[in-house]
């Protein structure tokens, strides 16, 4: 008997499997869709309205935010009065900014802003910024 070795040929495939580079992108895309929103982060308050036209750039610096219940947050995170200016210049610091914008509910009574704002200029800060929101038409 003759022993023949038999070869065996590879032939190099050139085809890509669409329909699983499609599953994936979908599954991405849904993903994504429920996940931004989640992602905008703030906290919900209702800003007075104003005529005066807004700021269209983002500028940068620290946000204060004061809620309809009277609480203080500085940049999305709670901030307990007794430490208030520490957590302020901490944050300050870190960003490397000396501009405030204060973002008030207008449900929240005007003293409360007006104490916050008054701790930072017992604080030195000069750069404040009240951010409001845009009103479209006045009803008369």
Sequence with gaps: MINRRQRRSYHTMADINIANLVDVV????????ISAPLLQSGIEINLPKT?????????????????QKGGVYINDVFANPGNF???????M?????????????????????ID????????????????????????R
């Design 26 to 33: 979908l599954v991405l895309l849904i993903i994504f869709m």
């Design 51 to 67: 005529k005066a036209a807004a700021i269209e750039e983002e500028a940068e610096g620290v946000v204060i935010t004061v809620d």
């Design 85 to 91: 200016e520490e957590r302020l210049k901490a944050e």
């Design 93 to 113: 610091v870190s960003k490397n900014t000396g501009s405030v914008y204060v973002r008030g509910d207008s449900a929240v009574a005007y003293g409360a802003v």
């Design 116 to 139: 916050i704002i008054g701790r930072m200029k017992v604080m030195g800060i000069e750069t404040i910024g009240l951010v409001t929101g845009h009103e479209e038409g006045r009803r």
